[in-house]
């Protein structure tokens, strides 16, 4: 901790615990602990400690109340060296003069060092730069000092200026702050001036440089904080062209349709729009406490054509509330504040082509008690008008981003199957922790903790982390696409497995309890995807292989200061990785284009392909059919001109 206080929490019930403070518990000559004393009091030479009481929780403050500042001549109470203070405390918890929790603090904190002396009250006049260099000397950067090599410091004296007159700065920095600029009639600093520059040059005062307002910006604007809005088109008779895949949904007010989402690093956001023809079902844990109400359902939302349509709710009461409250405190029915609030919300988009025609929400509440953890529901499913079940948007077989990958198990009668990860509740055990299914192209990491013995046989902790991790993956095969059929093996693609390494050895070299190597604790999916065409201007992936690969570790029993804890864990991850390839092998390289790589861009400072860029293929910039009618008339004008200049065409005239 950094500042003057530090603070740390004491877990349990504290009725009938003292807490104290001791000051400086080592012993100096054996580096030990001194015997607790429980008969200590909150407040030690320069030291208070300070205990608030919450439920079963209690935050303890240490501060210091001394002052920091340096002393200054006859002065008391102050520091006399930088680093004033330096002492090791310790904070007891005794409970009938019995230590329960102790926790050692070092203190190492240093005087201020802010200005003590006197300020002058004259400000500072600063020029404008536009008409004046802002700072005469830009290499003065120490106030009351000689800068070396800053020969138009004020600070330094001739007999310093001395020591390095012959290499002061130069330029601008050293104090040049008005050079004389290549344009000026007076000035020679060009190796090679053209016959026509006296009839173009410059002829101006150094007062009038260039240089001014080199850095200087025009006024001044406040900044503004960014609104949670998009503009939109408001050209009479087309107010919005409608939606595209991916675009966010638009409310009346401009502002963007959100539901809480979980975000990359797997955390849920409640002001993450809502994207056209993208379904998604995410679960959230918040408590009382964190609890915070979403759009209202009388927001009007915009149809994509200018239009706004009202969402049609229905409200429903949780009977079972067991699935969505995942842990309690259990505490006494007189002591618990309840409220009413939402446990799951389902939305139902109904679209056709770019726009939406209604939506259907169904949200269900319950009571949610304060020390209650809940497991918020929230689901958005895009239906077509002409279907009553999802399809695919526009037809398109391939994946999209956050659609479910498709498992099969064709060892199985049923050839249904699954592909999961990691998803933990509660404390993060793998006795709690649920399934997850992987969605396309979001990358993934997830895992939870296993409950080891001390005394765990090796060969049977393999057998058990690798059983956990071959529970996420229930399928043999792969869909292709998501329309993929099950009688059609062509439509999926064989998971390729390899299995951890195979270890015979029960314990590490020596013979030693609680280590065991080799530890498959890590499940790695690897998922080759690529971009065969488009359907409609949406992009049509299609998976190509998929590779299963275990990563493994070595295991040891972790102790605290002493090993009383029979059990340790053992963090078990699945992550899951997108790797996007071309569709079509890339054409290989030639042996002249592997030797000879004068014509190669990519690893060539000189490009001789885009010798003439506006003229070529890779000029983006204006159509082609423009840039080389431009071209021609510079060729034009520059033969005319070579004609015009040459001495046989004045002997004509």
């Known amino acids: 901790m950094s500042g003057l206080r530090v603070s740390s929490f004491f877990l349990g019930n504290s009725s009938g615990v003292n807490f104290s403070i001791v000051l400086n518990p080592v012993d100096e000559k054996t580096g030990k602990l001194h015997l607790a004393n429980c008969s200590g009091s909150k407040r030690v030479g320069d030291w208070n400690l300070n205990v608030t009481r919450v439920r079963d929780t209690s935050e303890v403050t240490v501060s210091l109340t001394r002052n920091l500042q340096l002393c200054l001549p006859n002065a008391t109470d102050c520091c006399t060296t930088p680093l004033c203070v330096v002492e090791t405390l310790q904070v007891l918890a005794c409970r009938d003069a019995l230590v329960l929790a102790h926790l050692l603090v070092q203190a190492e904190i240093y005087a201020n060092s802010s200005f003590t002396g006197n300020v002058s009250e004259n400000a500072t006049i600063i020029p404008n730069q536009a008409f004046k260099p802002l700072g005469s000397c830009p290499c003065d950067l120490t106030a009351g000092a000689c800068d070396v090599r800053c020969c138009c410091d004020l600070e330094c004296t001739p007999d310093l200026k001395q020591l390095f007159n012959e290499s002061c700065f130069t330029g601008v920095f050293g104090g040049d702050v008005n050079p004389p600029f290549d344009q000026l009639c007076s000035s020679h600093s060009m190796e090679y001036t053209p016959d026509w520059f006296p009839f173009l040059c410059v002829q101006s005062s150094l007062n009038n440089t260039p240089f001014l307002g080199y850095f200087y910006h025009g006024s001044i604007s406040t900044p503004r904080v960014p609104s949670f809005k998009i503009p939109l088109q408001t050209s009479p008779g087309r107010l919005f062209t409608g939606y595209r895949q991916g675009d966010p949904i638009m409310t009346e007010e401009n ?116 020390g209650e953890i809940l497991t918020q529901r929230f689901t958005v499913k895009f239906l077509s008008l002409e279907s009553t079940t999802p399809v695919e948007p526009f037809g398109n077989p391939g994946y999209q981003v956050g659609k479910l990958v498709r498992a099969a198990n064709m060892n199985a009668s049923d050839t249904f199957g699954s592909l999961n990860i990691w998803q933990p509740a509660g404390r993060g055990l793998c006795t709690s922790a649920t399934y997850t299914p992987v969605l396309f192209g979001l990358d993934s990491f997830s895992g939870c903790l296993l409950e080891v013995d001390i005394n765990e046989d090796c060969s049977i902790l393999r057998g058990n982390v690798t059983e956990k991790l071959d529970s996420l993956i229930r399928a043999t095969h792969i869909g292709k696409r998501v329309n993929s059929s099950y009688s059609d093996l062509n439509d999926w693609v064989e998971i390729i497995r390899l ?69 340790s864990f053992l963090p078990i991850t699945s992550s899951v990785q997108f790797i996007k390839v071309p569709a079509q092998p890339p054409i290989p390289l030639t042996r002249f284009q592997m030797n000879y790589t004068e014509f190669d861009c990519n690893r060539n400072d000189v490009c001789w392909p885009q010798l003439l860029y506006p003229l070529t293929r890779f000029y983006s910039g204006e159509p082609y059919s423009q840039c080389l009618a431009k071209g021609l008339s510079l060729a034009f004008l520059v033969l005319l001109s070579a004609i015009l200049s040459n001495p046989w065409f004045s002997t004509l005239w």
């Open 255 to 370: 502002e963007y349709f959100a539901i809480p989402q979980q975000s990359m690093a797997g955390q849920c956001v409640g002001n993450a729009p809502v994207a056209y023809l993208q379904n998604f079902d995410v679960k959230c844990l918040t408590n009382l406490a964190s609890y915070k109400e979403g759009l209202p359902h009388d927001v009007r939302i915009n149809s994509g054509t200018g239009d706004f349509i009202k969402q049609n709710v229905i409200y429903r009461t949780i009977t079972n509330m067991d699935k969505f409250k995942t842990e309690s405190e259990n505490l006494h029915s007189a002591e618990v504040w309840c409220q009413n609030v939402t446990f799951a919300e389902h939305y139902t988009f109904i679209w056709k082509d770019k726009s939406i025609e209604q939506v259907n929400v169904t949200v269900f509440l319950g009571s949610l008690c304060d």
């Open 499 to 567: 299995d951890p390494f195979n270890s015979d050895t029960n314990v590490s070299t020596g013979n030693l309890k609680g280590i065991c190597s080799d530890i498959p604790a890590n499940l790695n999916i690897r998922i080759i995807f690529a971009t065969v065409g488009a359907v409609q201007g949406i992009p049509r992936q299609e998976i190509l292989a998929v590779q299963i690969s275990f990563s493994t570790v070595v295991w040891q029993f972790q102790c605290g200061l002493i090993c009383e804890n029979s059990t």
